[in-house]
Antibody
Framework: EVQLVESGGGLVQPGGSLRLSCAVS????????MSWVRQAPGRGLEWVVN????????YCVDSVKGRFTISRDNAKNSLYLQMNSLRAEDTAVYYC????????????????WGQGTLVTVSS | DIQMTQSPSTLSASVGDRVTITCRAS??????LAWYQQKPGKAPKLLIY???SLESGVPSRFSGSGSGTEFTLTISGLQPDDFATYYC???????FGQGTKVQVK
């Protein structure tokens, strides 16, 4: 069974940092692109950042450029999101999701999701 | 940038109804579109990919159609478990529609 379990969310002050983790099991992690997708309270879904199966390519939404960094450890079946210079508008549930890309490059859909971890940026 | 417009934003329906949700892209996206269902406090669940392909394990009352710029998700015979919010998502840039909440009439 495919499982994705996020952790690391919490309350952080504006300008602060947080590192999210996603532990996966039930599939060969090193074969898949992975993404972080967020959902602000009462709002829709927003793709944030993704990473190629071997970590060689990364893409992100403009609003997090220079602040968020995605990484992975294929030996540990884990995905990470380092979030720096956090802003109130980053408050959201963050989901890790397994990416099924079109033509093997960035861009596709998500067939498996974690349960999410809540990040609250507030003073 | 491609924009995705979902309609309606809210839909009131009864058990047994046929429900249709529309998603429009601002430019041609071929059939590169997925549909998800999300219940409160839960992660989204993939229903349809490549516009009309049913994800394994998803009931056959769900169906997707369309290509180019206009797409529909149809629920044929709404069940109590189907009251939820539905999102379309185009593959390029992983852009989601605004969502359609299906609520009890």
């Amino acid at each position: 069974e495919v499982q994705l379990v996020e952790s690391g969310g919490g309350l952080v002050q504006p300008g602060g940092s947080l590192r999210l983790s996603c532990a996966v099991s039930g599939f060969t992690f090193s074969n898949y692109w992975m993404s972080w997708v967020r959902q602000a309270p009462g709002r829709g879904l927003e793709w944030v950042v993704n990473i190629k199966s071997d970590g060689s390519e990364k893409y992100c939404v403009d609003s997090v450029k220079g602040r968020f960094t995605i990484s992975r450890d294929n030996a540990k079946n884990s995905l990470y999101l380092q979030m720096n210079s956090l802003r109130a508008e980053d408050t959201a549930v963050y989901y890790c999701a397994r990416d099924i890309p079109l033509y093997g490059s960035s861009g596709g859909y998500y067939d498996s999701w974690g349960q999410g971890t809540l990040v609250t940026v507030s003073s | 940038d491609i924009q995705m417009t979902q309609s309606p934003s809210t839909l009131s329906a009864s058990v047994g109804d046929r429900v249709t949700i529309t998603c429009r892209a601002s430019q041609n996206i071929n059939t590169w579109l997925a549909w998800y269902q999300q219940k409160p406090g839960k992660a989204p669940k993939l229903l349809i990919y490549k516009a009309s392909s049913l994800e394994s394990g998803v009931p056959s009352r769900f169906s997707g159609s369309g290509s180019g710029t206009e797409f529909t998700l149809t629920i044929s015979g709404l069940q109590p478990d189907d009251f939820a919010t539905y999102y379309c998502q185009q593959y390029s840039g992983y852009l989601f529609g605004q969502g359609t909440k299906v609520q009890v009439k």
